[in-house]
């Protein structure tokens, strides 16, 4: 019918005068001048046909605003006819009019003349947030955030926080960098990677699971403040606070080190609480998180003894960890050392009880092979994590720099990777030779961004706050 009428459904050229959101701020000095047209343009959000009268909202994405075609009354018939008959919700239309304000008080404007921009084929739904298939609005992420203002909100907010987080970090010194997504040896964390072969080199590469090792190699090579806002991937199972692809901020300071970047971090989150949630509380399920308050400071071990009942967790042994596990109700698995087993203890009894802001430190040496010896005490590594509404958001610590020590510590992951456990750390000797060139001391941080998207939004799956998910294939 469009195309019998003369009109492009899919026309290549737009005029538009205004955003929506502009004429909604100006629309009294806009409307001043009543006979003058403007053209403006959007997505049709509802449709209320009245005989003679058609009202509709349109949204271009900046607002959404009120049209009105009157028959007879300053458009053509035809115009109004081809409007009635061919316009649906979901098509994108461009109008022109006047601007005026209805009987109830609604800003809105005349169309005289309108145009097609992009028909629609498949109606929108009218009412997204009955489907009671949760995957299918991940599936169809553009149909979520056009039909959930909530939605659509929430990922404006996880733009205004990474923002945010760069204009911290730039304003601090940081230089913003990119290193290899395409790895030949993972590393940088304890977890799977995934492979793929690149077939002009003819060898097998592996998807970052970190940037860390190639951030550090920045240190080494005379960068003295490093960032990268990473896409990293771990071939691990999805739940509501993992996804295989995510995002995470890394970011190095030379001649730093833990306790200056635990303040560092500090600072930083209750920035963005204030600047871009514009208060000083979360909010978290019926808890009222003050983040005015100093954050807590507690140990590893302190913390099982607290909340597993583990009376000797530093002195404990495998098989006695095993045991703890099994009556705690955690799952222990062939090759987990004992660091593996406390933790998983930890995540289970401790870190649910952590709601308001609280960094654990002195974790035993093991758990993070790429961190510093504590000098007090060589058992222990200068590092620490926070946790806020049960969440791991940070992992952090005294970057170590010494290769003698690296490379023993790659040793003993070496070992772990050959009595089952597939997450340990591979011996890198092409980052251990950057260290025999120096790397200076240093403190490193990487902040989980969906994660902290999801305490700073109040929300309980990571699949809310990212855009396109990871999902098992449609049958």
């Known amino acids: 019918m469009l195309a019998s009428a003369g009109m492009d459904a899919y ?56 049209a009105l075609l009157k028959k007879g009354e300053k458009i053509k018939d035809e115009d109004f006819d081809l409007f009635h008959d061919t316009v649906d919700i979901g098509d994108f239309v461009e109008v022109s009019g006047t601007l005026f304000t209805t009987k109830r008080e609604e ?23 009955g489907l009671t298939d949760t ?89 003295p403040k490093v960032y990268e806002i990473a896409r990293d991937f771990r071939n691990e199972g999805i739940d509501t606070t993992h996804n295989p692809e ?42 009222t998180i003050d983040m005015k308050a100093k954050f807590a400071v507690v140990s590893f071990y302190d913390l099982l003894k607290k909340h597993a009942l583990m009376a000797n967790p530093e ?22 050392g004992i660091d593996k087993i406390l933790d998983n203890i930890y995540k289970k009894t401790c870190r649910p009880k952590l709601i308001s802001p609280t960094f654990i430190i002195d974790y ?29 958001l940070v992992k952090a610590f005294s970057e170590l720099n010494d290769p003698i020590d690296q490379r023993e510590r790659f040793q003993n992951q070496e070992i772990q990777k050959k009595e089952g456990d597939g997450e340990a750390q591979p011996l890198d000797e092409d980052f251990i030779e950057a260290m025999e060139y120096g790397i200076p001391p240093a403190g490193g941080v990487g902040i989980g ?19 396109f998910p990871t999902l098992k294939p449609r049958n």
Do not use: C
Request: proline share 4%; no cysteine; aromatic share 10%.
């Open 11 to 66: 026309p290549i050229h737009t005029n538009r005068d205004f955003e929506l959101e502009e004429v909604i701020k100006s629309f009294a000095k806009l409307a001043k001048t009543k006979t003058k047209k403007y053209s403006l343009v959007g997505r049709i959000m509802s449709l209320r046909p009245q005989g003679g009268l058609i009202f509709f909202h349109f949204s271009d994405g900046t607002g959404t605003f009120q």
């Open 107 to 129: 800003k809105t404007v005349q169309v005289f003349t309108w145009r097609m921009l992009s028909k629609s084929l498949r109606p929108l739904p009218e009412k997204w947030h």
């Open 135 to 223: 995957e299918e609005r991940f599936r169809r992420r553009y149909l979520d955030t056009v039909m959930s203002p909530e939605v659509r909100e929430r990922f404006i907010v996880r733009a205004k926080i990474i923002t945010h987080m760069r204009s911290i970090l730039d304003n601090a010194g940081y230089l913003e960098v990119e290193t290899p997504v395409l790895q030949p040896l993972y590393g940088g964390a304890s977890a799977l990677p995934f492979v793929t072969h690149h077939n002009a080199l003819g060898n097998d590469f592996y998807l970052r699971i970190s940037d860390e090792l190639y951030l550090k190699r920045l240190l080494a090579g005379g960068f």
């Open 246 to 287: 995510f995002t995470m901020l890394e970011f190095y300071e030379s001649y730093s080190d833990a306790p200056k970047q635990m303040a560092f971090v500090e600072a930083m989150i209750r920035s963005l609480v204030k600047n871009v949630l514009g208060g000083t509380e979360l909010k978290w399920d019926e808890y």
């Open 315 to 336: 002195s404990i042994s495998q098989k006695e960890a095993a045991l703890s596990a099994e009556r705690l109700g955690v799952k222990v698995s062939p090759g987990d």
């Open 364 to 392: 035993p040496i093991n758990y993070l092979p790429l961190a510093k010896k504590k000098e007090s005490d060589a058992s222990l590594v200068d590092a620490f994590q926070l946790v806020i509404a049960g969440t791991e």
């Open 449 to 467: 961004i969906d994660r902290l998207v999801m305490v700073l939004t109040n929300t309980k799956n990571i699949k809310e706050v990212i855009l």
